[in-house]
């Protein structure tokens, strides 16, 4: 944890984005969590893609659960609302602030004792609803704040620090995101940010859930031999199966490729997912061959990350819903209340029955 | 054989309706509920129904009261037994003098009935049997069947049941034509075969005057399309999910785009209570006017986020429609036992704005009225609605509303505001009500954002465990609640026709029953001033009654005196002048219950002058 301020003066030649904004217009407060953090550099990563996609820092909304990774919050987009609600409980909270207001860009923000254990609930539901939405998860598969105790994505098989080896089963939110419509599916390594960052800017440009499970060691508790969410077992086990590049409208495309190792998905608002290949072919828009290729590459201990699943003709919840464009957090009065001789007419069919 | 002289009564007495879950009989029941109404006599029917879809016992006990008591009596002078399951209850229940109405295909034993009643029977299932073919239809109409036999028996009129039914199934010309042939074909055998009509009479009246038929669920519904509410997110929940599917029908009638047909409204049906007040609390916290209904269990489980709803500041309005506790409780039974779990919900040091309607005209407008004190607060309310008022239809007021009135959106700070340099601290006292200013998110790219959290925060929404921090944040969550207590509805006084030195204080449901015991205290000469108590924090005005009587009745239906305890708690009351009067067995309370306490104990204080007791 470092108490040094930032400096709030900034260099003249400072790169600015299309909206006049710094990076540092894109940060938040300093954080407090552990030097070497592997959420820190999710923060970092959320900052850069915001930077990069000129959004405008009001039109986000970041909700968060309880723990470590839901503290991050405060430490990026300090000119961003944000809610740290209660553990467990965050896709409810982002779900409703959607429904309030389909405009903003709602980022989630998690980890895997608050969206695998307390609050795989709602973790299932808010994918399955379609609900517009970045849903980041910072998976350490230990519970920081309390001190090392395991999560439910923590593999069988692998050793806390106090050398308790873990029984249970793992939960795989990428596996569960897949099986219940999340339409932009992602894996990533806090460690690689060349990955991640543009995971992050293609689901910020995506309409429909978009989860990125991001593997974020976690370095006082669950950093050692015999752990299998540490940086080494990571860096080793790490399959990457392509490389992301959002290119935006206004970009020209100056990379070449050879033909035969791009693949391009078009989104809905006009950017497009450009993935190179790195191994054998994969298909990400292929829902059950994603859930297969994960199950196989699990039972040979390999850890996929990547753009794993994409459907650019996915739903949202407000489509579902068919509310008015309009936020509804907009309307007034006029627009809502049908007024006393709407009333009148009503009270006499009361009468009548 | 009656051996007791038969009842003789005029627009005064007591019908039940024995049935069987799920015959259709709940509409046929309430056509007839209606008619009595068409003939401007009032009436209070109360639907007694099981945790069950098919096959149990249900009952429909129906006062008709030329006199306009709302309140369930108790007691039954005319009893249709439609229910073999429930025979031998049913006919004990009956008053001495009472009717029996039967369906008589089935020949009993003489056994089962009593000699100090009038037994009237007709072979319905059998008149179905011959009339009609359709095994659904010889259901349905043998409840047309026994509406048109009482037209008869209680000298209504004809032509005010046909019309009813012409006017429900309008557009539907096969369906009104049948009914209305059943009808008259219980009529005309019940004039043939009983001796109409009976002792017991509805006559032509004019009680009923502009006051609507309506149900609290339906009418909180509807008050919260008039507030101004776009999302819900809520769980299915007996008896609350009518005012879910209330604000559904009304919102698809009222806030639907006609051109396009989008609507002004999203409804999520959550995956749990949990869910669905953290939708509430999202959609809130993003400026949109947002609820949930529910009831005890829901509310036990939401406990968590009333929490964060009241220490990060958040908008929340609950409709808590409440039923028997605690646990699962008696589902479909009414009480008033969630007071103090919704209070205080939750841990820590918390305090919730509470409302009580009495009726669902004060459903309408008190939810309505909730979105506003929400906003303006900051904070969770719950609007105290019950079984009894929730899912009965209650003759009330006509529902108003004021075109003129303005959504009280409460200090919300706006980009013009932010830009003229106004001072932003989320948690801030700037004018010492103790209510901070809020910004909405997307107001403002670089001024207004903040942070909200459940965790403690100096009043410019930054972390903090500094216990200066800390104090001075609960101590400016006290000012608000004293500013609530100006805000929230006054309660309702009702003097004695003489000086003394009791009163009664009572809420919600109960109110008809109460109104009906005050007459009859006052015929026997037993003298106490009233208050209705319409929200907590508790108005001024309530701790001044209590100082200005020696002693105060608190009449409630649950069985741990819960309001009695939060007055003693927040006024410092000495509970020796509390007296409670409790009703809890998940029937409504009765006009006869209270005043019958009340009378005793004022008897008892008579012979044994308590007041030296009491600290003055």
Excluded at chain 2, 23 to 43: D, H, Q
Excluded at chain 2, 202 to 212: K, P, Q, T
Excluded at chain 2, 376 to 400: A, H, W, Y
Aim: proline fraction near 5%.
């Amino acid at each position: 944890m470092t108490y040094l301020a930032k400096p709030k003066l900034l260099r003249p030649d400072t790169p600015k984005n299309a909206l006049g904004y710094t990076k540092r217009d894109y940060e938040g407060a300093i954080s407090t969590l552990c030097a070497g953090c592997g959420h820190d550099s999710i923060s970092a990563s959320v900052v850069q893609a915001c930077f990069d996609l000129d959004i405008e820092p009001h039109r986000v909304a970041k909700l968060s659960g309880i723990g470590c990774s839901s503290k991050t919050p405060d430490y990026f987009l300090g000119n961003s609302h944000g809610f740290n609600t209660t553990h467990g409980r965050m896709p409810s909270v982002l779900t409703g602030a959607a429904m309030a207001n389909r405009d903003l860009l709602y980022l989630g923000v998690s980890g895997d004792g608050d969206s695998a254990s307390i609050g795989i609930g709602q973790f299932a539901h808010a994918m399955r609803r379609g609900v517009n939405m970045v849903y980041i998860v910072e998976n350490n598969g230990v519970y920081g704040l309390t001190k090392g105790q395991f999560s439910a994505t923590a593999d069988k098989g692998s050793k806390s620090k106090r050398g308790v080896v873990n029984n249970d089963s793992p939960i795989d939110l990428v596996a569960l995101a897949l099986q219940l419509g999340a339409t932009y599916v992602a894996r990533s390594f806090s460690g690689d940010k060349e990955q991640l960052i543009p995971l992050i800017k293609g689901a910020m440009r995506h309409r429909g859930p978009a989860l990125i499970d991001v593997i974020s060691p976690c370095v006082t508790f669950n950093n050692h031999a015999g752990s299998t969410k540490s940086y080494d077992y990571v860096r080793e086990h790490n399959e990457a199966i392509n490389r992301l590049d959002v290119i935006l409208p206004k970009d020209k495309i100056t990379a070449t490729y050879a033909p035969g190792e791009l693949r391009r998905v078009v989104q809905h608002d006009g950017s497009v997912l450009c993935l190179r290949k790195l191994g054998e072919d994969y298909d990400p828009s292929d829902r059950v061959g994603a859930m297969n290729y994960l199950q196989e590459r699990h039972a040979l201990g390999e850890i996929v990350t990547g753009l794993i699943y994409v459907d650019s003709t996915g739903e949202e919840l407000h489509r579902y819903l068919n509310t008015v464009e309009t936020p509804l957090n907009q309307l007034g009065v006029a627009e809502l209340c049908p007024g006393s001789e709407a009333l009148e007419a009503l009270n006499e069919s009361l009468r009548r029955g | 054989m009656s051996t007791v002289q038969p009842l003789q009564k005029s627009n005064d007495f007591v019908i039940k309706f024995a049935n069987i879950n799920g015959t259709g009989s709940a509409s046929a029941n309430e056509l007839f509920a209606r008619a009595v109404m068409g003939m401007g006599v009032p009436v209070a029917p109360r639907n007694i129904f099981p945790s069950n879809i098919q096959g149990l016992p249900t009952w429909y006990e129906m006062r008709v009261s030329g006199e306009g008591w709302l309140g369930r009596k108790g007691g039954c002078d005319l009893m249709v037994a439609m229910n073999p399951q429930t025979w031998d209850r049913d006919v004990a229940e009956l008053s001495p003098g009472g009717y029996l109405f039967y369906d008589s295909t089935k020949m009993l034993p003489r056994s089962r009935f009593r000699d100090d009643i009038t037994v009237l029977g007709l072979p319905l299932t059998e008149i179905c049997t011959r009339e009609y073919t359709d095994p659904r239809q010889r259901q349905l109409m043998k409840n047309i069947l026994y509406v048109g036999a009482l037209t008869a028996l209680l000298d209504m009129d004809f032509a005010v049941v046909e019309g009813l039914i012409s006017h429900q199934f309008r557009g539907k010309e096969k369906l009104i034509a049948s009914n209305i042939q059943a009808l008259k074909l219980g009529y005309d055998e019940a004039r043939a075969h009983l001796p109409c009509p009976i002792g017991l009479r509805v006559e032509r009246s004019d009680g009923v005057g502009n006051r609507i038929f309506s149900n609290g669920n339906d009418a909180c519904g509807l008050g919260a399309v008039y507030g101004g509410a776009t999302v819900v997110g809520w769980y299915p929940i007996t008896p609350s999910t009518s005012v879910i599917e209330a604000f559904i029908s009304y919102c698809r009638k009222f806030r639907t785009d006609p051109d396009n047909g989008m609507g002004r409204y999203a409804i999520v049906q959550a995956e749990d209570e949990l869910a669905a007040i953290g939708m509430v609390i999202g959609a809130s916290w993003n400026g949109a006017r947002a609820f949930t209904a529910t009831s005890g269990p829901g509310i036990s489980l939401m406990q968590e986020f009333f929490g964060l709803a009241y220490f990060a500041e958040v908008p929340a309005v609950v409709v808590n429609v409440q039923r028997g506790g605690p646990s699962t409780g008696m589902p479909t039974r009414t009480q008033q036992s969630d007071l103090i779990a919704c209070a205080y919900a939750s841990h820590g040091d918390t305090k919730h704005i509470l409302l009580f309607p009495e009726d669902p005209y004060e459903c309408f407008t008190l939810t309505a009225q909730a979105f506003d004190l929400a906003e303006r607060l900051q904070t969770p309310v719950f609007v105290m609605s019950d079984l009894d008022i929730g899912m009965n239809e209650v003759l009330c007021k006509p529902f108003d509303w004021d075109d003129s009135r303005q959504y009280d959106r409460g200090k919300v700070m706006s980009a013009a505001d932010l830009d003229s340099g106004k001072n932003f601290g989320r948690y801030l006292d700037v004018d010492g009500d103790g209510i901070p200013y809020r910004t909405i998110p997307g107001t403002h790219p670089t001024k207004g954002a903040f942070f909200s959290r459940g965790t403690t925060r100096n009043a410019y929404a930054k972390y903090s465990e500094a216990g200066t921090d800390y104090v001075y944040n609960m101590e400016r969550l006290r000012r608000k609640f004293v500013t609530a207590r100006k805000l929230v509805p006054a309660p309702v006084s009702q003097k004695a026709s003489q000086p003394t030195r009791y009163g009664a204080i009572y809420y919600g449901s109960t109110s008809p029953a109460m109104a009906e015991a005050f007459a009859m205290l006052e015929k026997q000469g037993v003298h106490v001033d009233l208050m209705r108590v319409r929200a907590f924090p508790f108005a001024d005005e309530v701790m001044d009654f209590i100082a200005d009587h020696d002693y105060v009745f608190v009449v409630e239906q649950n069985e741990s005196a819960q309001l009695r305890t939060m007055i003693i708690n927040e006024g410092d009351i000495d509970p020796k002048r509390l007296i409670r009067v409790l009703h809890y067995d998940g029937t409504p309370i009765t006009a006869g219950f209270i005043a019958g306490r009340i009378t005793d104990i004022v008897k008892q204080n008579n012979v044994t002058p308590l007041r030296q007791q009491v600290a003055s």
